[in-house]
């Protein structure tokens, strides 16, 4: 028996045809792939090595003046210069550096323009609203505790005076006297305890 001739087709490879198919896909998958690991490996090193957009910090004159309460209120940090005074056992500090902390919105805002003595002494984030608070009532430790924080101001904050007790008089500072105040004085609550 005779077999019909064979026709024989162009061979194909199968997986040519589905390969042409999935190379025309994959190398626009991949340019995105690549496209958004570049933009995520950017946004995390502009993430990293970004400067805070804060604006500098201005350097204030140095205030050098004893001030009575209703004084020390105009330094809560709302004034245009955004300067903040607090006081602490009858001594008053420029916490300006501090103003994250001790301004508006801080967490011991409370303390801003204002005696923080007692707040201090009772770890109370509350200041005085006495005219001028003498702090006789507290007990031991807690004047401990206030002397304790009086060190600490004095170390990282600037004195700018005394909290002048009603009916007292302020020191005029001159240019020529150390900035800093002798700690061996007594300091205003103390003086008041001993009389």
Known sequence: ??????TKLPET???DAGSSFFDDFCIP???????IIIILVYKIYAKF???????????????RKDMTVAELRQYDGNQPD????????GWIFDVTRGRRFYGPGGPYAAF????ASRGLATFSVTSSDKEYDDLSDLNSMEMESVKEWEAQFREKYDLVGRLLKPGEEPINYSDEEPDETDTSTPTPVEEKKDQ
């Open 49 to 63: 090595t970004k400067v805070p957009a804060e604006s500098p910090a201005l350097e204030l004159p140095k205030i």
């Open 13 to 15: 490879d199968s997986s």
């Open 112 to 115: 801003g323009g204002k005696d």
């Open 1 to 6: 028996m005779a077999s019909a001739p064979e």
């Open 29 to 35: 998958v991949n340019l995105v792939i690549t496209a």
């Open 82 to 89: 955004g300067r903040v005074l607090v006081a602490v056992n």
